[in-house]
Protein backbone atom coordinates (compact mmCIF):
# COMPACT_ATOMS: atom_id res chain seq x y z
CA UNK A 1 0.00 0.00 0.00
CA UNK A 2 1.25 3.69 -0.82
CA UNK A 3 1.58 6.63 0.94
CA UNK A 4 -0.17 9.66 -0.26
CA UNK A 5 0.38 13.01 1.20
CA UNK A 6 -0.85 16.38 0.25
CA UNK A 7 1.57 18.26 -1.97
CA UNK A 8 3.83 20.61 -0.74
CA UNK A 9 4.56 24.73 -2.14
CA UNK A 10 8.43 23.15 -1.85
CA UNK A 11 7.37 19.86 -4.02
CA UNK A 12 5.20 21.28 -6.50
CA UNK A 13 8.32 23.60 -7.42
CA UNK A 14 11.08 21.05 -6.93
CA UNK A 15 8.89 18.61 -9.10
CA UNK A 16 7.84 21.63 -12.33
CA UNK A 17 11.24 21.45 -13.35
CA UNK A 18 10.69 18.62 -14.84
CA UNK A 19 8.78 20.44 -17.94
CA UNK A 20 12.47 21.06 -19.07
CA UNK A 21 13.30 18.06 -21.30
CA UNK A 22 17.57 18.85 -20.12
CA UNK A 23 16.50 18.18 -17.00
CA UNK A 24 14.87 14.93 -17.78
CA UNK A 25 17.57 13.99 -19.88
CA UNK A 26 20.36 14.43 -17.00
CA UNK A 27 17.91 12.21 -14.62
CA UNK A 28 17.17 10.11 -16.85
CA UNK A 29 13.35 10.05 -16.61
CA UNK A 30 10.55 11.27 -18.22
CA UNK A 31 6.64 12.82 -18.01
CA UNK A 32 3.60 10.92 -18.18
CA UNK A 33 0.21 12.66 -18.20
CA UNK A 34 -3.13 12.30 -18.45
CA UNK A 35 -5.71 8.93 -17.43
CA UNK A 36 -4.79 6.75 -20.25
CA UNK A 37 -1.17 6.92 -20.86
CA UNK A 38 -1.10 6.72 -17.06
CA UNK A 39 -2.81 3.90 -17.00
CA UNK A 40 -1.29 2.31 -19.92
CA UNK A 41 2.85 2.91 -18.10
CA UNK A 42 1.21 1.11 -15.01
CA UNK A 43 -0.18 -1.82 -16.87
CA UNK A 44 3.39 -2.07 -18.24
CA UNK A 45 5.27 -2.27 -14.43
CA UNK A 46 7.60 0.54 -15.72
CA UNK A 47 9.23 1.98 -12.73
CA UNK A 48 7.56 4.94 -10.86
CA UNK A 49 8.94 7.57 -9.03
CA UNK A 50 6.31 10.15 -8.57
CA UNK A 51 2.82 10.01 -9.18
CA UNK A 52 0.55 13.30 -8.41
CA UNK A 53 -3.06 13.10 -8.94
CA UNK A 54 -6.70 14.50 -8.36
CA UNK A 55 -8.37 12.89 -5.18
CA UNK A 56 -11.04 11.09 -7.90
CA UNK A 57 -8.10 9.49 -9.58
CA UNK A 58 -6.74 7.90 -6.60
CA UNK A 59 -9.45 6.64 -4.96
CA UNK A 60 -9.59 4.23 -8.20
CA UNK A 61 -6.26 3.57 -8.06
CA UNK A 62 -5.04 1.79 -4.62
CA UNK A 63 -2.42 -0.75 -5.91
CA UNK A 64 0.02 2.04 -6.86
CA UNK A 65 3.75 1.02 -6.20
CA UNK A 66 5.04 1.02 -2.92
CA UNK A 67 8.18 2.83 -3.77
CA UNK A 68 6.63 5.78 -5.44
CA UNK A 69 5.68 9.39 -3.86
CA UNK A 70 2.38 9.42 -4.47
CA UNK A 71 0.97 13.24 -3.73
CA UNK A 72 -2.84 14.67 -3.67
CA UNK A 73 -3.03 17.74 -5.68
CA UNK A 74 -5.96 20.08 -7.01
CA UNK A 75 -6.32 21.12 -10.25
CA UNK A 76 -4.35 24.72 -10.27
CA UNK A 77 -1.08 22.07 -9.05
CA UNK A 78 -1.68 19.79 -12.41
CA UNK A 79 -1.82 22.73 -14.14
CA UNK A 80 1.59 23.65 -12.71
CA UNK A 81 3.44 20.44 -13.65
CA UNK A 82 1.68 19.93 -16.91
CA UNK A 83 3.07 20.70 -20.34
CA UNK A 84 -0.39 19.63 -21.96
CA UNK A 85 -3.17 23.04 -22.69
CA UNK A 86 -5.31 20.98 -20.58
CA UNK A 87 -4.36 18.88 -17.74
CA UNK A 88 -5.95 15.67 -16.66
CA UNK A 89 -6.19 14.16 -13.10
CA UNK A 90 -2.99 12.38 -13.05
CA UNK A 91 0.81 13.21 -13.57
CA UNK A 92 3.37 11.02 -13.23
CA UNK A 93 7.54 10.54 -13.08
CA UNK A 94 8.98 7.75 -14.68
CA UNK A 95 12.45 6.14 -14.86
CA UNK A 96 13.21 5.49 -18.79
CA UNK A 97 14.73 1.93 -19.20
CA UNK A 98 17.93 1.29 -20.15
CA UNK A 99 17.35 0.12 -23.98
CA UNK A 100 19.98 -2.87 -25.63
CA UNK A 101 20.27 -3.19 -29.48
CA UNK A 102 18.13 -5.93 -30.91
CA UNK A 103 19.24 -9.50 -31.33
CA UNK A 104 15.60 -11.04 -32.75
CA UNK A 105 15.17 -12.22 -35.65
CA UNK A 106 11.65 -10.01 -36.61
CA UNK A 107 11.05 -6.83 -38.49
CA UNK A 108 13.24 -4.31 -36.92
CA UNK A 109 12.49 -0.27 -37.86
CA UNK A 110 15.42 1.82 -37.75
CA UNK A 111 14.63 5.77 -37.96
CA UNK A 112 16.99 8.20 -39.58
CA UNK A 113 17.67 11.63 -38.33
CA UNK A 114 12.92 12.63 -37.52
CA UNK A 115 12.49 15.59 -36.09
CA UNK A 116 9.01 15.97 -35.33
CA UNK A 117 7.87 14.45 -32.33
CA UNK A 118 4.51 13.99 -33.45
CA UNK A 119 5.62 11.82 -36.27
CA UNK A 120 8.02 9.72 -34.45
CA UNK A 121 5.15 9.25 -31.41
CA UNK A 122 2.59 8.07 -34.68
CA UNK A 123 5.36 5.77 -35.78
CA UNK A 124 5.72 4.12 -32.34
CA UNK A 125 1.94 3.61 -32.42
CA UNK A 126 1.86 2.28 -35.35
CA UNK A 127 4.69 0.06 -34.44
CA UNK A 128 3.17 -1.09 -31.46
CA UNK A 129 0.33 -1.78 -33.82
CA UNK A 130 1.74 -4.35 -36.20
CA UNK A 131 3.68 -5.98 -33.49
CA UNK A 132 6.73 -4.44 -34.28
CA UNK A 133 8.77 -4.45 -30.77
CA UNK A 134 12.46 -2.98 -31.64
CA UNK A 135 13.02 0.87 -33.05
CA UNK A 136 16.98 1.79 -33.78
CA UNK A 137 17.21 5.43 -33.81
CA UNK A 138 19.86 7.66 -34.98
CA UNK A 139 21.79 9.94 -32.51
CA UNK A 140 20.00 12.56 -34.62
CA UNK A 141 16.80 11.76 -34.08
CA UNK A 142 13.84 13.51 -31.64
CA UNK A 143 13.79 11.59 -28.31
CA UNK A 144 11.25 9.47 -27.73
CA UNK A 145 10.95 10.62 -24.37
CA UNK A 146 9.91 14.17 -25.79
CA UNK A 147 6.63 14.46 -23.99
CA UNK A 148 5.07 15.43 -27.09
CA UNK A 149 6.59 11.94 -28.60
CA UNK A 150 5.03 10.46 -25.54
CA UNK A 151 1.29 11.08 -26.32
CA UNK A 152 1.36 10.56 -29.11
CA UNK A 153 2.72 6.93 -28.88
CA UNK A 154 -0.64 6.30 -27.24
CA UNK A 155 1.02 3.45 -24.63
CA UNK A 156 2.77 2.10 -27.36
CA UNK A 157 5.95 4.02 -26.44
CA UNK A 158 5.44 1.19 -22.96
CA UNK A 159 5.21 -1.65 -25.44
CA UNK A 160 8.35 -1.08 -27.77
CA UNK A 161 12.19 -0.77 -27.19
CA UNK A 162 13.75 2.08 -28.18
CA UNK A 163 17.81 2.53 -28.48
CA UNK A 164 19.55 5.18 -29.66
CA UNK A 165 22.94 4.48 -31.83
CA UNK A 166 24.98 4.90 -34.68
CA UNK A 167 22.69 3.85 -37.47
CA UNK A 168 25.27 2.76 -39.66
CA UNK A 169 27.25 0.76 -36.93
CA UNK A 170 24.07 -1.51 -36.47
CA UNK A 171 23.28 -1.59 -40.05
CA UNK A 172 26.65 -3.16 -41.14
CA UNK A 173 26.51 -5.23 -37.96
CA UNK A 174 22.72 -6.60 -37.97
CA UNK A 175 22.88 -9.51 -40.63
CA UNK A 176 19.77 -8.54 -42.15
CA UNK A 177 18.24 -7.31 -45.29
CA UNK A 178 17.76 -3.49 -44.86
CA UNK A 179 15.04 -1.62 -47.07
CA UNK A 180 14.85 1.84 -47.08
CA UNK A 181 12.17 4.34 -47.95
CA UNK A 182 13.30 5.86 -50.61
CA UNK A 183 11.66 8.15 -53.60
CA UNK A 184 13.67 7.08 -56.46
CA UNK A 185 13.20 3.05 -55.02
CA UNK A 186 11.20 0.60 -56.27
CA UNK A 187 7.51 0.21 -56.56
CA UNK A 188 6.66 -1.79 -53.88
CA UNK A 189 3.30 -2.84 -55.54
CA UNK A 190 5.31 -3.22 -59.36
CA UNK A 191 5.27 -6.88 -61.02
CA UNK A 192 9.13 -7.83 -58.72
CA UNK A 193 7.57 -7.53 -55.95
CA UNK A 194 10.80 -5.97 -54.21
CA UNK A 195 9.31 -5.66 -50.54
CA UNK A 196 9.75 -8.92 -48.78
CA UNK A 197 10.74 -9.81 -45.40
CA UNK A 198 12.50 -13.47 -44.95
CA UNK A 199 12.05 -15.88 -42.26
CA UNK A 200 15.22 -14.47 -40.97
CA UNK A 201 13.91 -10.72 -40.39
CA UNK A 202 14.64 -7.22 -41.83
CA UNK A 203 15.56 -3.77 -40.85
CA UNK A 204 12.77 -0.96 -42.57
CA UNK A 205 14.64 2.41 -42.67
CA UNK A 206 12.66 5.40 -42.48
CA UNK A 207 14.51 8.87 -42.67
CA UNK A 208 14.21 12.73 -42.46
CA UNK A 209 10.31 14.39 -43.16
CA UNK A 210 12.66 16.70 -45.63
CA UNK A 211 15.90 15.12 -46.75
CA UNK A 212 15.22 11.16 -46.33
CA UNK A 213 17.69 9.13 -45.43
CA UNK A 214 21.17 10.33 -44.89
CA UNK A 215 24.04 9.19 -47.61
CA UNK A 216 25.99 7.22 -44.89
CA UNK A 217 22.69 5.27 -44.25
CA UNK A 218 21.79 4.89 -47.75
CA UNK A 219 24.95 2.72 -48.46
CA UNK A 220 23.82 0.09 -45.63
CA UNK A 221 20.76 -0.16 -47.79
CA UNK A 222 20.35 -3.46 -49.67
CA UNK A 223 16.73 -3.19 -51.13
CA UNK A 224 15.49 0.57 -52.34
CA UNK A 225 11.47 0.51 -52.03
CA UNK A 226 9.14 3.31 -53.21
CA UNK A 227 5.68 4.01 -52.65
CA UNK A 228 4.43 4.81 -56.15
CA UNK A 229 2.88 8.08 -56.19
CA UNK A 230 -0.55 7.58 -58.12
CA UNK A 231 -2.17 10.76 -58.09
CA UNK A 232 1.42 12.33 -59.42
CA UNK A 233 0.85 15.61 -57.79
CA UNK A 234 1.73 15.50 -53.88
CA UNK A 235 6.18 15.78 -53.72
CA UNK A 236 6.39 13.17 -51.15
CA UNK A 237 4.08 11.72 -48.60
CA UNK A 238 4.00 12.62 -44.78
CA UNK A 239 6.85 9.78 -42.99
CA UNK A 240 4.39 7.97 -40.17
CA UNK A 241 2.23 7.88 -43.34
CA UNK A 242 4.92 5.88 -44.99
CA UNK A 243 6.04 3.96 -42.87
CA UNK A 244 2.67 2.74 -41.84
CA UNK A 245 2.10 1.98 -45.77
CA UNK A 246 5.31 -0.30 -46.00
CA UNK A 247 4.86 -2.05 -42.49
CA UNK A 248 1.71 -3.12 -43.35
CA UNK A 249 2.89 -4.05 -46.96
CA UNK A 250 6.06 -6.27 -45.20
CA UNK A 251 4.04 -7.46 -42.83
CA UNK A 252 1.30 -9.08 -45.34
CA UNK A 253 3.71 -10.49 -47.42
CA UNK A 254 5.34 -12.30 -44.72
CA UNK A 255 1.74 -13.58 -44.00
CA UNK A 256 1.23 -14.95 -47.29
CA UNK A 257 4.40 -17.15 -47.10
Known amino acids: MYLCNMISKTKLKE?????????CDEQSVFV??????????????WPVRVVCATNWWLLQHTNLPSDAEVFEVDDAALERLSSLRTPNEVWMLLQRPTAQLPSNTGLVLAIDHLQDPGNLGTIIRTADWF???????????VSCFN??????TMGGVFRTKVVYTSLPDY?????????????????????????RMPVGGAVLV?????????PEVQQCVTHRVAIPNLGGTAESLNASVACAILLAEMLKVRSEN
Open 147 to 152: PKVVQA
Open 171 to 195: LHSCGKPVYGAMLDGEDIWGESQPL
Open 32 to 45: VEGVKMCDEALAAK
Open 131 to 141: GVRHIVCSEGT
Open 206 to 214: IGNESRGIT
Open 15 to 23: LAVYKQQKV
